[in-house]
């Protein structure tokens, strides 16, 4: 069955370094990988979106890689500040048109000042 | 600047009682979602509806039921509410046109936090 893995423990890292969270999925061949931020008891809001003919995508101190042999996408938030703290869900979509968009579990970070 | 409207944030019901969730989006999207979130579980995509009186099943359908009669407005329904049913419901929506603002990217709403005593 389609899987999607996102590390399920919380990462803590410094103020200004770099956090790197992971995305793995399986059984599944998704147009567009996706990127939400989630703060607690609120939706999730867009960051990035992927597709599978790109192999990286850059947003301010965002940057996502998406390796369809590996199965695999990273995020990378650069100069992390403590406002960074939240969950981070992936998100795929099959081909175009399916309308269907199936979540990972989401990895919470914590920025520490 | 609200986007995505869920009529409301916390709900406190009884079980057996019918519940109506509202969702409306004022960015005219084709697309609408409704998703539940638990702890470990993620989102869970319960239907979609990608245009008005149509419908389709998500993953885990069985107990609830929606409406869509206007294309701004997407309704779920709990036809009899049991305690598995609480959790936090999540309304979202997308754009169809390839190139438009918001096409293939989800916009949630702020979330109602649904409790069946």
């Known amino acids: 069955s389609q899987k999607i893995e996102q590390n399920s423990e919380a990462l803590n890292i410094q103020e200004g370094k770099t956090a790197t969270l992971t995305c793995n999925y399986t059984n599944y061949s998704p147009a567009y990988l996706q990127w939400y931020r989630q703060d607690p008891g609120r939706g999730p809001v867009f960051l990035l979106l992927?597709?599978?003919?790109?192999k990286e995508k850059r947003k301010e101190r965002l940057k996502v890689t998406f390796d369809t042999t590996l199965k695999q996408s990273l995020f990378h938030i650069t100069a992390s500040q403590p406002a960074d703290s939240a969950t981070y869900l992936c998100?795929?979509?099959?081909?175009?048109?399916?309308?269907?968009?199936?979540f990972g579990t989401g990895t919470r970070l914590k920025v520490l000042a | 600047d609200v986007k995505v409207t869920q009529s409301s944030r916390y709900l406190v019901k009884r079980t057996g009682e019918k519940v109506f969730l509202e969702c409306v989006q004022d960015m005219d999207h084709e697309n609408m979602f409704w998703y539940r979130q638990d702890p470990g579980l993620g989102l869970r995509l319960i239907y979609f509806?990608?245009?008005?009186?149509?419908?389709e099943k998500g993953d885990i359908p069985e107990g609830y039921s929606v409406s869509r009669e206007k294309k701004e407005r997407f309704s779920l329904i709990l036809e009899s509410a049991s305690t598995n049913q609480t959790s936090m419901y999540l309304c979202a929506s997308s754009s169809r046109e390839a190139g438009a603002a918001g096409a293939n990217v989800l916009t949630f709403g702020a979330g109602s936090r649904l409790t069946v005593l």
């Open positions: 509806s990608y245009d008005v009186k149509m419908k």
């Open positions: 998100a795929l979509e099959g081909s175009s048109g399916t309308y269907k968009y199936i």
């Open positions: 992927i597709r599978e003919n790109e």
